[in-house]
């Protein structure tokens, strides 16, 4: 059983809830993952579950403890579908070679090689007999009736066993299947041909090439479409490889080293804080943290960057990534589950059966499909039989092996009528359309999609947790991004440093030499509070050591590049969005915003506020520092753009969104950055505190102030109720991610801030912004272009097999002709959505 993390959980799982992950096999289409899922959801406990063909996996939803995994897996087993709990160490590759999916579809698809090589020889033995001279005696003994039934009988037992057999046990279990379908086509074709063969008295025709071309044809549309599937697999197969097997444990601690002597054991093993050695050419066993040596790092399996990152210690390594030049001493941080490949794995193993509401129509269908189809087969061979073949009665003249109406047949003259038994054209006409409907074109149509869509999603970098989440990405209009540490690189600087005595003046900058280093003396702890820019800085670097937020690191930088000495502070408080507060050589100090500073009573001097004014319009936050009660001076600080935050603002645009900036900033220095950007000051969303983040969220939602794009970005039509995307990368983003309709987190923010979002960017671009819009619409529209194709091949195909056209136009589609369009059907649709590989090579 393999237990999804706390930290994979999404926002709406309940704490109470677990999830067991089921192997399930013997599932052929969309009818086997409605039995599935109906054997499940049944059992006591289940709260839900979600069946996915493509994968042939289920995920159960059940109250912890309540629900005992092999249990469930013998009871799938027992009514038909063979299945095995998913064990922890699936994810790290130590499943045998029976409990491997990918090695049960190795073998499945070999044996479904050697069952189309037999069909596929039977099928042209029996073409064969319906050519060549009549004079030679092998071309006699082929067109002999008896060979024919002979193939047919073959055809049957060999190659069409398994389905028959499968279609039997679906009709057992109240679950019919479309093996059940093609299993009854194909034995009452045989049954009729036999019975003709028997009794040629009866003046019936023997059709037993029929049962041999439907199962070659349909054996021939399996074979490519498990092949198809398993390509449309290949990338999460690949990523399940990644996870190493051997880890180098450094059996001396105390002399830990690139060269240090160390053992092999197993990765799983390995437990947090210990030290391994990692050679050129391994793969790193866990996330650690370098401690000895330097090395490159090929990093393309996490960022689909090529370009190897140099690592030094104190620098973080991921498992899974590929150590390329020099040997290194690690100390493990995370292990198994916990490791970030682990959870990649596992959030893309999610996403894939995660549904997309779109698919709740097709799955409704599928529930009752295969009863219709059966019914609809048995009303088409009570109309011809009783109704039709009395009201046209030319259908059941031929002039060969098509059945044509009389009137086609006069116009050409090229063989003498046949008269056919109304029996035996009701019965064909019946056959085909058991054998033309394809329910399995309907179960793939969104899995295959996703499992395409996830794969590449993965490899580039991009998370995308499902497919509620790529019908989401299609509809949105408008997307807001967070300020720091988003839009801008996050590691910002001070700029300024005034005192407030000096405000009129503004000649008391920090000042810098060109070197960085202080142009006046360096004061020590024990200088008089106030006196200069520099102390001004120790006292906020002293009160910013109880933090961890952007402007504090920028302020804490500054000290340490002046090489201040930091006085020792008591008594921190953080309010977040607000400011900091401690208790510095006896003194209370504040740093903070205008509120904050006002919420302790604190006056700004009308000068203090238009300098701050002037600073934040300038594009830097202003930090106010009050000291005993009185504001002291101003601390600027400037965070510079990402280099493609402009390129993607851009491109976003061009797509027929509306971009927004959202930040806890005051509205001069947001508004400077939207300038830089060429956003209009109504796409500003400026001074709102964390807490308020979700509710502006809500209200951009409620108010639908973005547009929804409809038919192309040139023509957006209004939204009464807009969709939005938030992106974001901290704590403080992680209310707003869950509010918007579509989460958007940066790896390199917070873990908090990544559970939250539904599509998590590993390489830490915002461009990927673009990139993960365009995957999702893509891969939406594969998936709405796949249900299409399976409605309508199934809502035209189905008449045109029950003799529509057969009055009119003397057109009427034989058995072996349906199975030929109902293979092409599935293997379509798979074949559609692996497409989605080469659209997005063009990325």
Known sequence: MQLVPKTQLTPELSPTLEKIILDVGGMK????????????????????????????????????????????????TSVGFPSQPRTASGIAGETSALQ????????????????LAIAGVLLILSATGHFGSDGSPVLQAL??????????????LIPGRPIIVDGWLGWRRNAPNMNTLVGLGTLTAYTASLIALLFPQMGWECFFDEPVMMLGFILLGRTLEQQARGRAAKAFRQLLALQPQIARLIANPENVGAGSTSV????????????????????????????????????????????????????????????????????????????????????????????????????????????????AAILTFVFWYFFGTHIWPNVTMSGGMEMISHSAHNAHHSQPLTHYSPLLVSLKLAIAVMVVACPCALGLATPTAILVGTGIGAERGLLIKGGDVLERVHQLDTVVFDKTGTLTTGNPTVTDCLLVGELETQNSHYPLSSEGAPSSPVPNASTTLNTSPQSLIQLAAAVEIGTYHPLAKAIQKEAQQQQLSIPEAVDFHTEAGLGVSAVVESKSVLLGNWDWLSWHGIAISETAQKVADRLAA????????????????????SDTLRPDAQATIDKLRQMGLRVMLLSGDRIEAASAIAKQLGLDSTDVIAGVPPAKKAAAIESLQKEGLGTRRITSPQYPVPSPQSVVAMVGDGINDAPALSQADVGIALHSGTDVAMETAEIILMRDRLTDVVESIQLSRATF?????????????????????????LPSLGFVMTPSGAAALMAFSSVSVVTNSVLLRWWSHRL
């Open 29 to 76: 289409c969309a009818a086997c993952v409605n039995a599935v899922e109906r054997q499940l959801s049944q059992y006591p406990g289940v709260k839900s579950t979600c069946v996915n063909l493509a994968t042939e996996v289920a995920v159960v939803e059940t109250e912890v403890g309540a629900v005992d995994p092999d249990a469930l897996a013998k009871r799938l």
């Open 100 to 115: 491997d999916p990918a090695e049960r579809q190795r073998r499945e698809m070999r044996s479904s090689l050697g069952n």
């Open 143 to 156: 067109k002999n009736i008896w060979f024919h039934c002979g193939l047919a009988t073959v055809a049957l």
């Open 264 to 375: 092999e054991i197993p990765a799983e093993q390995v437990r947090v804080g210990e030290f391994l050695q990692v050679l050129p050419g391994d793969k790193i066993p866990v996330d650690g943290k370098v401690v000895a040596g330097q090395t490159t790092i090929d990093e393309s399996m996490l960022t689909g960057e090529a370009v190897p990152a140099i690592k030094q210690p104190g620098d973080t390594v991921t498992a899974g990534t590929i150590n390329q030049s020099g040997a290194i001493a690690i100390q493990t941080t995370r292990t198994g589950s916990d490791t970030t490949l682990a959870q990649i794995v596992a959030l893309v193993e999610t996403a894939q059966t995660r549904k997309a509401p779109v698919q709740k129509l097709a799955d409704t269908v599928a529930g009752y499909f295969t009863y219709g189809v059966l019914t």
């Open 781 to 805: 529209n594969k998936i709405r272009q796949n249900l299409f194709w399976a409605f309508a091949y199934n809502t035209i195909g189905i008449p045109l097999a029950a003799g529509v056209l």
């Open 618 to 637: 300038d594009g830097k936050t202003v930090v106010y520092v009050a000291v005993a009660g009185t504001l002291s001076g101003l601390i600027a600080v």
